[in-house]
């Protein structure tokens, strides 16, 4: 079946150690964006990447880097730098207009969740 | 400034009764879109409906049906005889271009979370 595959879903990490968060997509989708959840918040743009190769910063880009070096995978890193990396990661993707038919929606993973010990 | 405000934190209802979940946005675009997602416990977030600027006309869908007002800059959502599964947190989004630069960037609200209680 089409769909995002993010992994691990639970992730425990130390105090200024890297981690990286897997997304993969097969549904042939051209942009893919990595969200952050926090508690009572709404979802937060970190980054998104509209093609290969390319990528550019969300709102709340400090502390994190991607890279999307196929079509299919947008993997995020939260670094050190990184002050309160506690949350739920969400990677999500969408169509390009006039590519494929495109409603605007955006088909979300089932999430990552990150606890900074 | 908050481009989407859902200024209800939660909302507990009981089985079979009808609830609206309340949805502001704030935006200079003439052309923009308008989406709500449910969150089930699960964590993966479900489009439930798009709705662009030019189209004002309310829409049903089953026990679902969403109220648009752009004289007010409401994006209301109504659970009719509500459900037990129907307990999520439930978000409303607002994207501000369909340019392909842009599309797809959303702007999320802070969620409301519905408990409905059997």
């Known amino acids: 079946d089409g769909g995002i595959t993010q992994s691990p879903k639970y992730l425990f990490r130390k105090e200024g150690q890297n981690v990286t968060l897997s997304c993969e997509q097969n549904l042939n989708h051209d942009a893919m964006y990595w969200y952050r959840q926090d508690p009572g918040q709404g979802l937060r743009l970190i980054y998104y990447s509209q093609i290969v190769n390319d990528f550019q910063k969300g709102d709340i880009a400090e502390g994190y880097s991607v890279s999307r070096e196929k079509k299919e995978s947008f993997p995020l890193t939260v670094t050190s730098a990184q002050k309160n990396p506690t949350a739920f990661y969400l990677c999500?993707?969408?169509?390009?207009?006039?590519?494929?038919?495109?409603?605007?929606?955006?088909?979300f993973g089932e999430g990552s969740r990150l606890t900074v010990l | 400034a908050q481009k989407v405000t859902q200024a209800q934190t939660e909302i507990s209802v009981v089985e079979k009764e009808d609830v609206t979940l309340d949805c502001v946005y704030e935006t200079r675009d003439t052309t923009y879109y308008l989406f709500w997602y449910k969150q089930p416990p699960s964590g993966e977030l479900v489009f439930l409906i798009r709705r662009n600027s030019f189209d004002e006309q309310n829409e049903i869908s089953g026990r679902y049906s969403w109220n648009f007002q752009k004289s007010t800059s409401s994006f209301n959502f109504t659970i009719t005889a509500s459900q037990v599964v129907d307990s999520a947190v439930y978000f409303c989004?607002?994207?501000?271009?369909?340019?392909?630069?842009?599309?797809?960037?959303?702007?999320f609200g802070r969620g409301t979370q519905l408990t409905v209680w059997p």
């Open positions: 989004a607002l994207s501000e271009s369909d340019r392909g630069s842009t599309l797809g960037r959303l702007y």
């Open positions: 999500a993707s969408t169509p390009i207009p006039g590519r494929m038919k495109n409603t605007g929606e955006l088909f």
